[in-house]
């Protein structure tokens, strides 16, 4: 039987095409899980632990208060350490020309062996005058050696920002050179700058202290050992003594939260292309079997036994199962492999580091092995049920008349009611972890259940055929006649477009949600604001900034008096309602001639308004205060119904004025760095006075999009081995019916008739089964979003009916699609010729 096994994969190796991508498909999405798990811990590290990677050993503080000076001395003194690096790094303000913004000013390593980023031109710091700065920086704001820019303290960064005034410890300095961007996602996003020690003390003071000491040991001592010595000299704890490795490891962990949610998700996914793949194998395989139906009951005929029958199909199985997760781990490594090195084209990401452990390769390849030989034992113990006799009568479909049919049912409504219980429960309490598997029981369970009225519904949808006579009749009577092949070939289109749907509804409604809560917590998209003994913005300025490309509104807020609520008295600032309109998202936030829109925090808990007082000169006027959806530092009211203090009110001078900006929501994060720079110059003000909390958004926004874009790509490989289901069942169906069909070719029937016999078929099939899948899918999207979104977002179901229907039609036509090439085999073929074949 052996022999017969391998003859069968040799001969009709075309059977198994489909069930080798199936199998090749979900094992790559596996291991390339793995591998992207362990790439991106091997990237992180090696961004993350750059300024590390020089070192021997990582000194860190043993708590918050930073490393002394003291400190720093007694480890630069030990018989064991050869170099030594204190790094002290503070934020400072820059100015850039036309540009004013924060950035990381750090000293420089007296040894150059200890410095963690590359000069790529120009110089080190020779004096305290001098500054290196990062390519991205010089390139954004065309700096080059020579270049003149002045470094504030942070301290003093922070009182003028609130004051518009002060100045502080100041650095003007000369750029000597330009050095690769720090490769450090907590830092990349700002301006980078390395000075002298005695450059980082004027801004921070000397005794402001180190956040780590990385050093170099002398040859033949050991690490152990240093670090027991290094932990007396300093009077602290091992723990925070540590090697590169340990060091980044534990930066790595801080920085994910000790958990890997990233992998958790993508092996749900993978979960998912493994259970269709599991489908398509099983259905495949059962074609492949009632195909059979007379050669192994010849088998039989002639000595084999019923488990020399079932060992041959599942040797069938073991033989594909192993070469397709083979292929599937080498498609993973080389696909990763690709996207690493097309990724580190990119400067940025010159860190990206390509990591195959060893779980990727075992868990693919036994996994993968597994899974086709469980699908295929179903088939197989069909196999083994053949008798003898069978070659001379067909075999009875399951049906709810026995005794299997009754046990599948029973298992079907089982899972599908405890899942749906499941769901339920994980979608109230936003539990994904319940939802998800609950969710996948009930759809397995609904599978299952699907021979006994899926092909009842296609009987049903066919008479909508009978008007295109006797093939559409022949069409809607052959889903009756065979539930088990309707059923096997609707249930591969079946899982693709639960899929499919699924996946659109819960991006609408997760993207409706973001939408709603970003709108919430972010008010205006930029805010500038100018203090009264700066002089305030004139309507040229603001007419200049209006004009700017982006920018869709300015509105200006007066201030109008103070408003009492509760025990808190705070300014109130008036907008009309026009301009609130326009600028503000959120109609909550929008103020009206009776009501002042006030921060979260004054109102008490589980409340959405309360009692308030509008105090404007010797006028006090009682208002309803209602909450914003974000915390503020004033109240809001409408300026259409109360006016703005006097010009020379004592309040305006200890205020700021403000003006709301409304910006073009297609704009990415660059344009509005760019945009935001433009309207601080076009008003007059430093760009630190001009906050963009729509950069926040967008980029929310951007992280949302690139997440959904990832789902997406990663379902629609469930979703491509779903659509290979389809197209392998129906050329099996046509293939077992040559006879069939050679038989209505015989009695009359013409060429023309056959293939729209088998066409109406189906998109009869097709058509139900997206359907059902679009329902199922609708009511899984919705769940699994509130799931993981109810928490801390309100949820609320959208449907997407537009790109449904395109699903049901596309379905549609990918079974006529799938038909073509089977039914022209089958008109081709003559009646003689197809009667004589076996």
């Keep these: ?221 050991s690490i152990a050992a240093a670090k027991d010595s290094l932990a007396r000299s300093l009077d602290q704890r091992v723990e925070t003594i540590l090697t590169p490795d340990e060091k980044t490891t534990e930066e790595v962990s801080r920085f994910t939260g000790g958990s890997d949610q990233l992998t958790i998700i993508l092996l749900a996914f993978a979960a998912v292309a493994l259970l269709v793949a599991a489908l398509v194998v099983s259905n495949t395989f059962s074609v492949l079997v009632a195909q059979r139906t007379r050669e192994l009951a010849l088998l039989r005929c002639i000595g084999a036994s019923r488990k020399q029958v079932r060992n041959s199909v599942i040797v069938e199985a073991l033989v594909v199962g192993v070469v397709a997760s083979v292929l599937g781990v080498l498609a993973a490594t080389g696909t990763m492999a690709l996207v690493l090195t097309l990724l580190r084209q990119n400067p940025d990401f010159s860190f990206a580091t390509l990591a195959v452990p060893p779980s990727a390769i075992i868990a693919g390849i036994l996994i993968g092995t597994l899974l086709t030989v469980l699908a295929a034992l179903v088939p197989a113990r069909a196999a083994t049920a053949v008798a003898p006799l069978a070659a001379l009568r067909p075999v009875d479909d399951t049906t709810v008349h026995t005794t299997g049919g009754r046990v599948r049912l029973v298992i079907g409504v089982v899972l599908v009611l405890a899942g749906g219980v499941g769901l339920v429960v994980g979608g109230i309490s936003a539990n994904l972890l319940l939802a998800l598997p609950s969710g996948a029981a009930s759809f397995v369970g609904f599978l299952m259940a699907a021979t006994l009225f899926v092909p009842k519904l296609v009987s049903l949808a066919g008479t909508l055929a009978r008007p295109a006579g006797v093939p559409g009749k022949m069409a809607a009577a052959n889903a009756v006649r065979n539930p088990r092949r309707t059923t096997a070939t609707a249930s591969a289109l079946l899982i693709g477009v639960t899929l499919v749907t699924m996946m659109m509804t819960g991006a609408a409604t997760a993207r409706h949600a973001f939408d709603t809560e970003l709108d919430g917590v972010y008010l205006v998209d930029i805010t500038a604001q100018s203090y009264s003994d700066q002089g305030t913005v004139t309507d040229s300025q603001m007419t200049t900034a209006a004009a700017l490309p982006g920018v869709e509104h300015i509105a200006r807020l007066q201030l109008v008096g103070l408003v009492n609520a509760g025990d808190t008295q705070i300014p109130a600032y008036g907008i009309s309602d026009a301009d609130a309109a326009a600028v503000l998202a959120n109609p909550a936030n929008r103020p009206t001639p009776k009501s002042a829109v006030l921060p979260k925090s004054l109102l008490p808990k589980d409340t959405t308004s309360t009692s308030a007082s509008l105090v404007a000169g010797t006028q006090t006027t009682n208002l309803t205060g209602t909450a914003a959806t974000t915390n503020g530092t004033y109240a809001l009211v409408s300026l259409d119904a109360f006016g703005p203090v006097a010009a020379d009110d004592p309040l305006r001078m200890q205020e700021p004025n403000p003006l709301w900006i409304k910006v073009d929501p297609s704009l990415d994060a660059n344009a509005l760095l760019d945009l935001r720079q433009s309207i601080a110059t076009a008003l007059g003000l430093d760009e630190y006075q001009v906050s963009g909390a729509v950069l926040e958004k967008v980029t929310f926004g951007q992280v949302i999009d690139m997440l959904l874009l990832v789902v997406t790509g990663l379902l629609a490989v469930a979703v491509f081995i779903a659509l290979i289901g389809v197209a392998n069942t129906l050329s099996l169906s046509v293939l077992e019916r040559t006879r069939e069909n050679s038989l209505l070719r015989a009695l009359g029937l013409t060429r023309g008739q056959l293939r729209g016999m088998l066409a109406l078929e189906a998109v009869l099939i097709a058509g139900v089964a997206a359907i059902i899948g679009s329902v199922l899918g609708t009511v899984y999207g919705w769940a699994g979003a509130q799931s993981a979104l109810g928490s801390f977002a309100s949820v609320t179901a959208v449907i997407p009916w537009g790109q449904i229907l395109a699903v049901v039609a596309v379905a549609a036509i990918a079974g006529l699609l799938a038909s073509v090439v089977p039914a022209r085999r089958a008109a081709k073929l003559s009646p003689v010729e197809g009667l004589a074949m076996d």
């Design 1 to 221: 039987m052996l022999q017969v096994a391998l003859s069968q994969l040799k001969t009709h190796s075309r059977r198994f095409i489909a069930i080798t991508l199936a199998v090749l498909l979900a094992v790559a999405f596996l291991s390339a899980t793995l591998m992207v798990n362990a790439s991106t811990q091997a990237s992180l590290k090696a961004s993350i632990g750059q300024a590390y990677a020089s070192a021997d050993l990582v000194i860190s503080p043993p708590g918050n208060p930073p490393l002394t000076t003291s400190a720093a001395a007694a480890v630069a003194a030990s018989p064991d350490v050869v170099e030594s690096y204190a790094q002290r790094s503070l934020y400072v303000q820059t100015d850039l020309g036309s540009a004013s913004a924060a950035a990381f000013l750090r000293n420089m390593p007296s040894f150059p062996s200890l410095e963690p980023v590359e000069l790529r031109s120009g110089a080190w710091p020779s004096n305290d005058q001098e500054v290196v700065v990062d390519s991205k920086t010089a390139e954004r704001n065309a700096l080059v050696v020579g270049s003149k820019t002045t470094l504030t303290g942070q301290a003093v960064a922070d009182a003028s920002s609130a004051t518009g005034q002060g100045a502080g410890p100041q650095l003007v300095a000369t750029v000597s050179g330009i050095m690769a961007a720090s490769a450090d996602p907590m830092s990349s996003g700002m301006a980078q700058f390395v000075g002298t020690p005695a450059a980082v003390d004027k801004l921070s003071g000397p005794d402001a202290g180190f956040s780590s000491i990385s050093v170099n040991l002398k040859a033949g001592v």
